[in-house]
């Protein structure tokens, strides 16, 4: 439900609210809060909370470091984990400079210009999330490990499949907190999850990631398991993917339409913008060093290649009709910023349309498979994440979508990262002691 200032207040009061968290994101996609009682809610819709910009990676400096939070209240959202009495509610939040203009860093910003450039061209995108996550067992001092909570596989069931009550319990908080999780298996990896969401407004998506990332690492936390998004765990087993439904619709019309009627020229050359960009965008897409083990195996791309249902494509076309009709795209992971990843497929998909970029001939075969001379002329995405640093810094498309100096903090910090993952002894073990904990 969409609620007003108005209703948030009163629904606080009504319902025993004693905790309100002011959730924000970093430029990588962290989640950020601060908490306030109910009696600082007013000045919060009206004037803000005052946060230290310096303490937050990649925001501002010590010299000029006032930020603040803005709530709001259409995002508002019950924790359903935490106490009925003295309950806690969220809010994401805008991010203000102190002039009250917009803050460069708030990436939640971003995508509202991206939907807003949709929208002048007369569109709307509507995004779906298929998000994997690994349950780990945690020891006795309730720290993870890497031990799997299950050695089930694909779609399996109980005794084999130990995270189905798990999952039960993580789909029906997001269905109190107003997010729709349309399913929910058991994934390939042992211990592995998957939880796909209904499509939304790409705002509303990029939010509900966000929250759904949050609930999934509490709720594994309250039953002794430890949750992590990291996108190879295990580089002998299936990598967790952040795979991204796209539509786009004109006057209540998808034009992603049924398979068998093809698809509008518009909707092709959206798809063809995405191609077009993918490789320098990978960066915002594939964040981690860890990222770039995930492409080429276990169903994850490596390719710049398109076709209908095929799973080695970086772009395919489900076969579904009606409404969820679509483009789904399979190389990113939910190690990254939404906010960014969701803005920058929309506007490489609206540049497509603006060029009138015609869609390549689709790649009708399995590149899993397929011998490497056989390959050869594919256009590949970037092997490392110094190689999508390189890529993204250097790209007039991107600078165009990101402010400069965020994605030149965001570039400085992703190549440190490559760096210090390349000069560690053990590479495998640095990543784990960097990200596993992180995402």
Not at 19 to 36: E, M, W
Not at 83 to 94: S, W
Request: charged letters at 25%.
């Amino acid at each position: 439900m969409d609620y007003t200032a108005k209703e948030v207040l009163q629904f606080v009061k009504e319902n025993d609210v004693k905790f309100i968290r002011l959730a924000f994101c970093d430029i990588f996609g962290t989640l950020k809060n601060v908490s306030i009682m109910p009696g600082e809610l007013p000045r919060a819709f009206s004037q803000g909370i005052s946060i230290d910009g310096s303490a937050i990676r990649g925001f501002l400096s010590v010299d000029r470091s006032d930020l603040f939070l803005i709530p709001d209240p259409a995002t508002l959202s019950v924790l359903p984990w935490r106490p009925a009495h003295g309950g806690v509610v969220r809010m994401f939040c805008d991010i203000k400079n102190p002039d009250g203009s917009v803050f460069e860093g708030d990436s939640r910003a971003v995508l509202k210009q991206a939907a807003a450039d949709a929208g002048k061209m007369g569109y709307t995108c509507r995004i779906g999330t298929e998000c994997e996550f690994y349950l780990f067992e945690t020891d006795e001092r309730q720290a993870p490990t890497l031990n799997p909570f299950d050695h089930g596989s694909y779609c399996d069931v109980s005794p084999l499949d130990r995270g189905e009550n798990v999952r039960r319990e993580i789909c029906l908080s997001l269905e109190e907190m107003g997010m729709f999780p349309e399913s929910s298996h058991h994934e390939q990896g042992p211990g592995q999850n998957e939880i796909d969401f209904k499509y939304a407004d790409a705002l509303t998506a990029a939010d509900n990631l966000i929250a759904f990332k949050s609930a999934v690492k509490s709720i594994a936390a309250i039953n002794g398991l430890y949750a992590s998004f990291m996108p190879k765990p295990f580089l002998d087993q299936s990598g967790s993917g952040l795979h991204v439904n796209m539509s786009l619709s004109r006057g209540g019309i998808n034009l992603f339409k049924e398979r068998t009627a093809g698809h509008s020229a518009e909707a092709e050359s959206f798809m063809a913008g995405v191609l077009h960009r993918a490789a320098e965008i990978t960066a915002f897409l594939n964040p981690l060093t860890n990222s770039y083990s995930r492409f080429g195996c276990f169903e994850a791309p490596k390719y710049i290649t398109w076709s209908h249902q095929n799973r080695s494509q970086l772009v395919r076309i489900p076969a579904a009709g009606g409404e969820y009709t679509r483009m789904e795209l399979r190389s990113p992971d939910a190690a990254c910023n939404p906010y960014y990843a969701f803005a920058l497929l929309i506007e490489a998909g609206l540049e497509g349309i603006k060029a009138r970029l015609p869609l390549p001939a689709p790649v009708d075969m399995d590149l899993f498979v397929l011998e490497d001379g056989c390959k050869d002329g594919l256009a590949a995405l970037p092997a490392t994440l110094e190689q999508a640093v390189e890529l993204a810094e250097h790209s007039e498309f991107v600078e165009r979508v990101i402010p400069k100096r965020v994605l030149h903090r965001y570039c400085k910090a992703k190549r440190a990262e490559y760096q210090k993952i390349q000069s560690a002894k053990n590479r495998v073990q640095a990543e784990h002691d960097l990200y596993f904990s992180l995402v």
